[in-house]
Every structure is written in C-alpha cells, then in structure tokens.
C-alpha cells in the first residue's frame, strides 16, 4: 500500500506557475502508473493526466495540454504536477493518486491511493 502527501499549492495569479509535489511511501509507487486529478467546487473530479511508472509515456487532458507537465523522480519516491500559464478556471483541489496498471489510466476508479489534496487558487 501507497501513502501519498501532497505539497506546493497556494494562490498565484493568471498567467503564473506552480508545482505540485506528491510524496509516496511504499515499496510500490515506482510499479504502477500515477496521475493527477481535479475537483473543482461543486463539480466531479476530472482528469488532469497521469504517468506510467517508469515515466517513460504521459497523456493529459485537452484543457491542460501544453501547459502542465507531470513526471516523476522515483529515486526520490515523489511525483510532480507543473503548472504553466494558469487561469482561473484550474482552480481545484488537486489529488495526486496511484493506480493499480501498468499503463496510464483516466478514470478515478482506476486508482487505489489518494493524496489529501492541495488547493490551488488562480485570481484574475
């Protein structure tokens, strides 16, 4: 079982950066895949994208392609979520989580441990 901790949220205007960061203990977070996810208040979790174990293939959501980057430094047991040119609709708690595949997954199901989450808020 994966424990995972969750760092490097806050308050930042559009057009501005952060990075989230995900701590895992266990012996497996290098096996499986891991992803990030969203919700927003009053809305559903979504996707934000995820990452195979070896970090070798990546896939994100259209609304956040070509401005967040995930990847991941298994060395450190840590998983990373940049955040570039934000605008004030990616404000969410963001989750970090781990899945029970090889390969990416996309949907909240497919993951068995869940980060506490981190607020990121982006003003105007």
């Avoid at 501005?16 to 009053?42: H, I, K």
């Avoid at 991941?72 to 609709?89: G, I, V």
Wanted: glycine share 12%; aromatic share 12%; net charge positive.
């Amino acid at each position: 079982q994966v424990q995972l901790v969750e760092s490097g949220g806050g308050l930042v205007q559009a057009g501005g950066s952060l990075r989230l960061s995900c701590v895992a203990s266990g012996r497996t977070f290098s096996t499986y895949s891991s992803g990030w996810f969203r919700q927003a208040p009053g809305k559903e979790r979504e996707f934000v994208g995820a990452i195979t174990g070896s970090g070798d293939t990546t896939h994100y959501a259209a609304v956040v392609k070509g401005r967040f980057t995930i990847s991941r430094d298994n060395a450190k047991n840590t998983l990373y979520l940049q955040m570039n040119s934000l605008k004030p609709e990616d404000t969410a708690v963001y989750y970090c989580a781990v899945s029970r595949y090889y390969g990416v997954r996309y949907f909240s199901r497919e993951y068995d441990q869940w980060g506490q989450g981190a607020q990121v808020t982006v003003s105007s």
